[in-house]
T-cell receptor, first 112, second 113 residues
Framework: GESVGLHLPTLSVQEGDNSIINCAYSNSASDYFIWYKQESGKGPQFIIDIRSNMDKRQGQRVTVLLNKTVKHLSLQIAATQPGDSAVYFCAEGDNYGQNFVFGPGTRLSVLP | ETGVTQTPRHLVMGMTNKKSLKCEQHLGHNAMYWYKQSAKKPLELMFVYNFKEQTENNSVPSRFSPECPNSSHLFLHLHTLQPEDSALYLC????????????FGNGTRLTVT
């Protein structure tokens, strides 16, 4: 499939600051995007998703931005907390496909 | 506790052993998946089942054999594995194929000796 990549493999932020995790995708046919969080010893946990007819979607302390022009996806975490420390994956798919393409992941470390 | 339960959590097996991984979803979803997660590699899709029918086999070696007796249960039968098959095996489910997020279990950490 097409590739999904992450600009930054690791990200360290101070507790209380905002975090931004980026993702680039290459398949212009992708129209559904998901962010997952994976803590040590656990499976990926759904955070938020966005469809291609939107450019922004907000959840609790998280915002996903989609820029289809440059094929870029970002996850913003407000007031980052120690519990946010994990690996974050983006995934792209389409309304008809069954094979989500996952990025390699970004490790977020929250410093006290 | 997630809506997708995988057992066992850890498994060590020799290359000549036969073992099975089990997955059960309590979400009423129609589709179930097996993914492989290896160090330094993105998640790799292995198999997809939709309404108990296999719809995807992502060029997986025949030493991995899936089974889906109903839409709530999924098995991965393992035999004559290789050390490079050591990985975290994740089961997931989704409401439908496409257009809905995957919900993952916590995986089975498999070590092949």
């Amino acid at each position: 499939g097409e590739s999904v990549g992450l600009h930054l493999p690791t990200l360290s932020v101070q507790e209380g600051d905002n975090s931004i995790i980026n993702c680039a995708y290459s398949n212009s046919a992708s129209d559904y995007f998901i962010w997952y969080k994976q803590e040590s010893g656990k499976g990926p946990q759904f955070i938020i998703d966005i469809r291609s007819n939107m450019d922004k979607r907000q959840g609790q302390r998280v915002t996903v931005l989609l820029n289809k022009t440059v094929k870029h996806l970002s996850l913003q975490i407000a007031a980052t907390q120690p519990g946010d420390s994990a690996v974050y994956f983006c995934a792209e798919g389409d309304n008809y496909g069954q094979n989500f393409v996952f990025g390699p992941g970004t490790r977020l470390s929250v410093l006290p | 506790e997630t809506g997708v339960t995988q057992t066992p959590r850890h498994l060590v097996m020799g290359m000549t052993n036969k073992k099975s991984l089990k997955c059960e979803q309590h979400l009423g979803h129609n589709a179930m998946y097996w993914y492989k997660q290896s160090a330094k590699k993105p998640l790799e899709l292995m198999f997809v089942y939709n309404f108990k029918e296999q719809t995807e086999n992502n060029s997986v070696p025949s030493r991995f054999s899936p089974e889906c007796p109903n839409s709530s249960h999924l098995f991965l039968h393992l035999h004559t594995l290789q050390p490079e098959d050591s990985a975290l095996y994740l089961c997931a489910s989704s409401q439908d194929i496409g257009n809905s997020p995957l919900h993952f279990g916590n995986g089975t950490r498999l070590t092949v000796t």
